[in-house]
T-cell receptor
Framework: GAVVSQHPSWVICKSGTSVKIECRSL??????MFWYRQFPKQSLMLMAT?????????EQGVEKDKFLINHASLTLSTLTVTSAHPEDSSFYIC??????????FGPGTRLTVL | AQTVTQSQPEMSVQEAETVTLSCTYD???????LFWYKQPPSRQMILVIR??????QNATENRFSVNFQKAAKSFSLKISDSQLGDAAMYFC??????????FGPGTRLSVLP
C-alpha cells in the first residue's frame, strides 16, 4: 500500500483568492496521482490524473486553467484552485496509484470559499 | 465506459446482525478489479475488500465478504456481526486495467444499537 497525506485538512478563503492543496506520498514513489472532488452526500468524481513530470489529464468539464495541477516529484502533487468562488467549496481528495488496479487515498481537504 | 450502480441510498442494520449492500457494474473489459470502500464521518476512504475479476472465489476479510456474480455483473458486500463502527458510507468501485476508478453513488449504512 501507500500512505498518503494532504495539507491542509481544512482551508477557508475569500472569493477571488487562490488556494493550494498538497498531496504527498509518504512511502511510495508515485508516478501517477489522482484528484477527486466530493460534494456533500455525493460520490467521488475524478477531476484529473496527475503524472509526474508531465501535464495533468483533466476530465471532461473540469477547467484546467482553474484547477492547476503540478506533479513535480514522485512524492508531491499540488492542486491550486485559482480565483476560487463559493461554488468551488467542496471536499478534495487525492490518491496514489500503486499498481494498474489499486489506489490509496489521502484524508482529504475541505475547502470553504466565502 | 465503466459504470457502477448502487441501488440502495440508505440501509440500516441491527447491531450484531448481517446486512448486504448491493452493487452492479458494467464494463466491456475482461480484466478488472472491484472494490468496496468505507467512508466514515472523517471522510477518509478506507479499503474494505477487493475482488479480482479473474478469480471465481469470493473474497473475504474477517466479517466482510462479497458475492461476485461475474455473468450478472453483480458485486454485493455482506457485513456479518455488524458493529457500531461499521456505520459509514460505502462505495462500490471498479477499475479496468490501467484506467481510473469509477465509483458508485454510495450507500449510507446505519447500525442500530
Amino acid at each position: 500500500g501507500a500512505v498518503v497525506s494532504q495539507h491542509p485538512s481544512w482551508v477557508i478563503c475569500k472569493s477571488g483568492t487562490s488556494v493550494k492543496i498538497e498531496c504527498r506520498s509518504l512511502d511510495f514513489q508515485a508516478t501517477t496521482m489522482f484528484w477527486y472532488r466530493q460534494f456533500p452526500k455525493q460520490s467521488l468524481m475524478l477531476m484529473a490524473t496527475s503524472n509526474e513530470g508531465s501535464k495533468a489529464t483533466y476530465e471532461q468539464g473540469v477547467e484546467k486553467d482553474k484547477f492547476l495541477i503540478n506533479h513535480a516529484s514522485l512524492t508531491l502533487s499540488t492542486l491550486t484552485v485559482t480565483s476560487a468562488h463559493p461554488e468551488d467549496s467542496s471536499f478534495y481528495i487525492c490518491s496514489v496509484r500503486t499498481s494498474k488496479y489499486e489506489q490509496f487515498f489521502g484524508p482529504g481537504t475541505r475547502l470553504t470559499v466565502l | 465506459a465503466q459504470t457502477v450502480t448502487q441501488s440502495q441510498p440508505e440501509m440500516s442494520v441491527q447491531e450484531a446482525e448481517t446486512v448486504t449492500l448491493s452493487c452492479t457494474y458494467d464494463t466491456s473489459e475482461s480484466d478488472y478489479y472491484l472494490f468496496w470502500y468505507k467512508q466514515p464521518p472523517s471522510r477518509q476512504m478506507i479499503l474494505v475488500i477487493r475482488q479480482e475479476a479473474y478469480k471465481q472465489q469470493n473474497a473475504t476479510e474477517n466479517r466482510f465478504s462479497v458475492n461476485f456474480q461475474k455473468a450478472a455483473k453483480s458485486f454485493s458486500l455482506k457485513i456479518s456481526d455488524s458493529q457500531l463502527g461499521d456505520a459509514a458510507m460505502y462505495f462500490c468501485a471498479s477499475s479496468n486495467y490501467g484506467q481510473n476508478f469509477v465509483f458508485g453513488p454510495g450507500t449510507r449504512l446505519s447500525v442500530l444499537p
